[in-house]
């Protein structure tokens, strides 16, 4: 299996509304098996959406809170409560900040062999599910903030979110490419 690079901030994929899959074959599990190897290979990741790996379809797949889901062309079907809580991407390495979401949601998806499954979740595994739906709509969580800043994790530097938004890719994500 190939391990794909993970496109950051600032690359275009990650605003691209995500094509729904129609084809349950050989080709989608490649691309589950290259999203799964790739999250793997991060220690801090705890999800991953198909624009990540620059392909633009409706796939995602969570390991996270000892539960492991591939979810093709997912969608929210109810949604209650809310929660504030701190979010990070690994297409925004180091950068964190508070996002405002449903508590609990239901989701209807698919799974590899294109059998149709609904789950419902609450608290940071809903968060979890609705970041990711997010990436196949082009939403970053930085475009939901309710902060003024997020912060580097790195060196603690605080960065707009105008600046960021602003700015494609911003100073602190160049930084990261290079390996300083
Ligand atoms: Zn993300």
Redesign the pocket.
């Known amino acids: 299996m190939k391990k794909a690079e993970i496109t950051l901030f600032g690359d275009p994929v990650l605003r691209e509304t995500a094509r729904p899959v129609r084809a349950f074959g050989k080709k989608l599990g490649i691309l589950i098996g290259t999203i799964q190897f790739t999250l793997r290979s991060r220690p801090d990741g705890a999800?991953?959406?198909a624009p990540?790996v620059a392909v633009s379809k409706r796939v995602t797949v969570i390991d996270y809170m000892d539960e492991y889901i591939e979810m093709i062309n997912p969608e929210i079907v109810g949604a209650s409560g809310t929660q504030s809580d701190v979010e990070?991407?690994?297409?925004?390495p180091g950068f964190l900040g508070t996002v405002k979401r449903a508590e609990t949601v239901r989701v209807k998806f698919q799974d590899r062999a294109g059998r149709e499954k609904t789950i419902e979740r609450s608290g940071k595994m809903a968060r979890c599910i609705q970041?990711?739906i997010?990436?196949l709509d082009g939403i970053?969580?930085i475009d939901r903030m309710e902060d003024e800043f997020v912060v580097n994790s790195f060196d603690g530097r605080k960065l707009s979110v105008r600046e960021m938004l602003n700015a494609s890719p911003p100073e602190g994500l160049r930084s990261v490419r290079n390996g300083d």
């Open positions: 999800a991953l959406a990540q990070g991407c690994l297409s925004l970041h990711e997010d990436h970053l969580f």
